[in-house]
């Protein structure tokens, strides 16, 4: 590309002053020489020398006139261009001036034709689109209250849409975002010929393997009538398995001996009923022996009925039915079913987990309330967890009587028929194999109904619901180019972006300082994912001084337990993939995180290059320069830390890009060849 423009502030001045310094210079001279020559005097040799020194004076003002009048209002012109090719929506800060304020009536009209065009052509997109975006919210609503895990692939296996629950369920996992390789998630061999072998008309394929020391059954279906995407749901199949391996392992195992006494016991009954009531020696001891023998095996087998009957009980606690549940969720949950009008239970105590089927017990102590009510009070109750050994005691509080055996035992008998099968209470009582007894209180004044519970060893109450993400899907990355094809020739567009930042402990890298803090974040299809990020704090193994803490914010306290550099590059470089790295002045931040020996063999984007290539005439190319220019905000705390100066920079590659494409700068290649004419060597060390 050619960079024809407005040269550099620095040089017009230095030439300018060149120019007048070397006319006055002159000037004094010839007017020296013509002075001793002609010794003129009065007028005639104030004349000599003012006439002498006219050029260089001329010059100097002129330039003054045009740096004032006409350079200065086309920096400000150009920056302003600039600003509303990358954003044609933010403000017009810097009128024409100088000369040029002419101009503003005209360009404040363009500019507002411009506005009002792209205002039109927003409304009518918005209005043919309402109905799809109105449907499309709809479905992606479900889609995030869906608790199975799911995720959507193209042909080329990257991740186009996955939900919430596959986020919690891949938690940790940094192969998990929009445009990321499936076998990034994923690491078998097998994935590839499982993936090829499905059926084109979406019949399902169910694939079992492991990930991050779990099983996983995987469910995989080809989308019909689509260009070759992939819907992939999961579940956790290690605990199947290990029940498997476990309790009903052991049942099996025990089923051999089972039989064999079952059989012996029943062939000495049938020996034994062969006898002849006639006594004789023989008989007497052959009877003797067949009674033993049937004690003896009666023994072993009641034995094994009660380990069969502790094993199921086990299998039963440890179904996938019983589920941990916050008490005060659930003491709410059923406050809602018994009355939603008004408030009938208050919990009270200490909140904590334990263990349980939610409807089940919902449904069972709505039973209680109902068919007990003759016995119950009707002006509320209390709900508190009591912490013992191995369980939690549930228990349902209210002034008055405990209730009698004959009334909790008639209840037990009660049939649940708002549960599937109608069982009764005392099935989930054996559900949860637990027991259920009323008793008074010591202060003669309430009464309780106690029901034992398994414990948990979870600890805090559950996480806030995070709202919903903007960026769990997009259908776009099906039409990029194929991964594999030549990342020259790609459009800037379509690649896929990891911007990152540090903050070190100074700037001295190669005497010793290094990484304290590491940010990045993602950009797929032009588009920035504002919570694919990566954010670690790095123990650098030495004091961080105080004149870096005044910059950054970020003590030694702050890095105390953190990782080291050598642990977090690693997590690091999973994250970044086959992404193309992105930074603001980037020789400063692949200088830090190299320290370790790490060879990073990507190719990286500098913001700063770019733009000093775009507008070579214009002062001011670091980050805070860069953001007023384009009307980018740091959020409040963020500048100097490594995620907010990483995402800015990202916002700032967005700005820069339709500048880059009115250039006709499209490709990666070309993008290179500018950034490699702008490099200046006295700016290495910038931040």
Request: hydrophobic letters at 40%; one cysteine or more.
């Given at each position: 590309?050619?960079?024809?423009?407005?040269?550099?502030?620095?040089?017009?001045?230095?030439?300018?002053?060149?120019?007048?310094?070397?006319?006055?210079?002159?000037?004094?001279?010839?007017?020296?020489?013509?002075?001793?020559?002609?010794?003129?005097?009065?007028?005639?040799?104030?004349?000599?020398?003012?006439?002498?020194?006219?050029?260089?004076?001329?010059?100097?003002?002129?330039?003054?006139?045009?740096?004032?009048?006409?350079?200065?209002?086309?920096?400000?012109?150009?920056?302003?261009?600039?600003?509303?090719?990358?954003?044609?929506?933010?403000?017009?800060?810097?009128?024409?001036?100088?000369?040029?304020?002419?101009?503003?009536?005209?360009?404040?009209?363009?500019?507002?034709?411009?506005?009002?065009?792209?205002?039109?052509?927003?409304?009518?997109?918005?209005?043919?689109?309402?109905?799809?975006?109105?449907?499309?919210?709809?479905?992606?609503?479900?889609?995030?209250?869906?608790?199975?895990?799911?995720?959507?692939?193209?042909?080329?296996?990257?991740?186009?849409?996955?939900?919430?629950?596959?986020?919690?369920?891949?938690?940790?996992?940094?192969?998990?975002?929009?445009?990321?390789?499936?076998?990034?998630?994923?690491?078998?061999?097998?994935?590839?010929?499982?993936?090829?072998?499905?059926?084109?008309?979406?019949?399902?394929?169910?694939?079992?393997?492991?990930?991050?020391?779990?099983?996983?059954?995987?469910?995989?279906?080809?989308?019909?009538?689509?260009?070759?995407?992939?819907?992939?749901?999961?579940?956790?199949?290690?605990?199947?398995?290990s029940n498997e391996m476990g309790a009903r392992a052991q049942l099996a195992d025990m089923l051999i001996?089972?039989?064999?006494?079952?059989?012996?016991?029943?062939?000495?009954?049938?020996?034994?009923?062969?006898?002849?009531?006639?006594?004789?020696?023989?008989?007497?001891?052959?009877?003797?022996?067949?009674?033993?023998?049937?004690?003896?095996?009666?023994?072993?087998?009641?034995?094994?009925?009660?380990?069969?009957?502790?094993?199921?009980?086990?299998?039963?606690?440890?179904?996938?039915?019983?589920?941990?549940?916050?008490?005060?969720?659930?003491?709410?949950?059923?406050?809602?079913?018994?009355d939603p009008e008004h408030r009938l239970i208050t919990p009270v105590g200490v909140p904590t987990w334990?263990?349980?089927?939610?409807?089940?017990?919902?449904?069972?102590?709505?039973?209680?309330?109902?068919?007990?009510?003759?016995?119950?009070?009707?002006?509320?109750?209390?709900?508190?967890?009591?912490?013992?050994?191995?369980?939690?005691?549930?228990?349902?509080?209210?002034?008055?009587?405990?209730?009698?055996?004959?009334?909790?035992?008639?209840?037990?008998?009660?049939?649940?028929?708002?549960?599937?099968?109608?069982?009764?209470?005392?099935?989930?009582?054996?559900?949860?194999?637990?027991?259920?007894?009323?008793?008074?209180?010591?202060?003669?004044?309430?009464?309780?109904?106690?029901?034992?519970?398994?414990?948990?060893?979870?600890?805090?109450?559950?996480?806030?619901?995070?709202?919903?993400?903007?960026?769990?899907?997009?259908?776009?990355?099906?039409?990029?180019?194929?991964?594999?094809?030549?990342?020259?020739?790609?459009?800037?567009?379509?690649?896929?972006?990891?911007?990152?930042?540090?903050?070190?402990?100074?700037?001295?890298?190669?005497?010793?300082?290094?990484?304290?803090?590491?940010?990045?974040?993602?950009?797929?299809?032009?588009?920035?994912?504002?919570?694919?990020?990566?954010?670690?704090?790095?123990?650098?193994?030495?004091?961080?001084?105080?004149?870096?803490?005044?910059?950054?914010?970020?003590?030694?306290?702050?890095?105390?337990?953190?990782?080291?550099?050598?642990?977090?590059?690693?997590?690091?470089?999973?994250?970044?993939?086959?992404?193309?790295?992105?930074?603001?002045?980037?020789?400063?931040?692949?200088?830090?995180?190299?320290?370790?020996?790490?060879?990073?063999?990507?190719?990286?984007?500098?913001?700063?290059?770019?733009?000093?290539?775009?507008?070579?005439?214009?002062?001011?190319?670091?980050?805070?320069?860069?953001?007023?220019?384009?009307?980018?905000?740091?959020?409040?705390?963020?500048?100097?830390?490594?995620?907010?100066?990483?995402?800015?920079?990202?916002?700032?590659?967005?700005?820069?890009?339709?500048?880059?494409?009115?250039?006709?700068?499209?490709?990666?290649?070309?993008?290179?060849?500018?950034?490699?004419?702008?490099?200046?060597?006295?700016?290495?060390?910038?931040?």
């Amino acid at each position: 590309m050619s960079r024809r423009g407005l040269p550099k502030r620095q040089r017009l001045i230095g030439l300018w002053l060149l120019l007048s310094g070397v006319s006055l210079l002159g000037g004094a001279i010839f007017a020296t020489w013509l002075d001793a020559h002609l010794a003129p005097s009065g007028l005639a040799r104030l004349t000599l020398w003012l006439g002498s020194f006219s050029g260089g004076a001329t010059i100097f003002l002129v330039g003054l006139v045009l740096e004032r009048r006409l350079f200065t209002p086309l920096r400000q012109l150009q920056a302003q261009l600039a600003r509303l090719v990358a954003n044609p929506d933010a403000r017009d800060d810097h009128p024409p001036k100088g000369w040029l304020k002419s101009l503003e009536p005209d360009l404040r009209r363009v500019h507002d034709y411009w506005r009002e065009d792209r205002r039109r052509l927003a409304t009518a997109h918005a209005e043919g689109a309402r109905s799809a975006a109105r449907i499309r919210q709809e479905l992606e609503t479900l889609l995030q209250l869906l608790e199975t895990p799911l995720i959507l692939c193209d042909h080329h296996r990257r991740l186009m849409l996955y939900n919430q629950a596959a986020e919690e369920f891949f938690n940790g996992n940094t192969g998990l975002g929009l445009g990321k390789r499936l076998e990034s998630l994923l690491p078998t061999s097998s994935l590839q010929h499982t993936l090829n072998q499905l059926p084109q008309d979406g019949a399902p394929r169910e694939w079992l393997t492991a990930c991050d020391n779990r099983w996983l059954k995987i469910i995989l279906r080809r989308v019909p009538d689509r260009h070759g995407e992939i819907l992939l749901t999961f579940s956790d199949a290690t605990a199947s398995w290990s029940n498997e391996m476990g309790a009903r392992a052991q049942l099996a195992d025990m089923l051999i001996p089972l039989r064999q006494h079952s059989a012996s016991l029943i062939c000495a009954a049938d020996a034994l009923s062969q006898l002849r009531p006639q006594s004789n020696a023989n008989n007497d001891l052959l009877r003797q022996r067949l009674e033993r023998m049937i004690q003896e095996e009666g023994a072993i087998l009641g034995d094994n009925v009660a380990r069969i009957g502790s094993l199921l009980d086990d299998m039963q606690q440890q179904g996938e039915r019983l589920t941990p549940l916050w008490s005060n969720d659930f003491w709410q949950a059923l406050d809602e079913r018994l009355d939603p009008e008004h408030r009938l239970i208050t919990p009270v105590g200490v909140p904590t987990w334990f263990k349980g089927d939610a409807p089940a017990l919902m449904a069972m102590f709505d039973s209680l309330v109902k068919h007990l009510n003759t016995h119950l009070p009707d002006n509320g109750f209390e709900g508190e967890i009591s912490q013992g050994n191995k369980y939690i005691y549930l228990d349902l509080i209210w002034r008055g009587k405990a209730l009698t055996e004959h009334a909790l035992s008639q209840w037990r008998q009660h049939q649940l028929a708002s549960l599937p099968l109608m069982p009764k209470v005392a099935d989930v009582l054996r559900q949860h194999a637990s027991e259920v007894w009323s008793l008074n209180d010591a202060d003669g004044i309430h009464a309780r109904l106690r029901l034992p519970l398994p414990a948990m060893e979870r600890e805090g109450a559950p996480r806030d619901a995070a709202p919903p993400r903007p960026e769990f899907h997009d259908f776009g990355i099906a039409d990029l180019p194929p991964p594999d094809e030549a990342l020259a020739g790609r459009p800037l567009r379509s690649l896929d972006i990891v911007s990152f930042d540090t903050e070190t402990t100074g700037l001295e890298l190669r005497r010793g300082d290094t990484v304290i803090s590491l940010g990045a974040c993602r950009i797929v299809n032009a588009r920035l994912l504002a919570s694919d990020v990566f954010d670690q704090k790095v123990d650098p193994q030495r004091p961080i001084p105080a004149a870096s803490t005044t910059i950054h914010g970020i003590t030694d306290a702050d890095v105390k337990g953190a990782p080291t550099l050598d642990s977090v590059l690693p997590r690091f470089l999973d994250y970044v993939g086959e992404s193309v790295l992105l930074a603001h002045n980037a020789d400063f931040d692949l200088l830090a995180i190299s320290q370790k020996g790490i060879d990073l063999e990507l190719p990286v984007i500098d913001t700063l290059l770019i733009s000093r290539a775009l507008d070579e005439a214009l002062e001011g190319h670091d980050l805070d320069s860069l953001a007023q220019r384009y009307d980018l905000t740091f959020p409040p705390g963020t500048r100097h830390t490594a995620l907010g100066d990483a995402q800015v920079t990202a916002e700032l590659w967005l700005a820069l890009l339709p500048r880059l494409e009115a250039r006709g700068i499209d490709s990666f290649e070309q993008l290179l060849a500018l950034q490699a004419s702008a490099v200046d060597r006295q700016d290495a060390n910038a931040k």
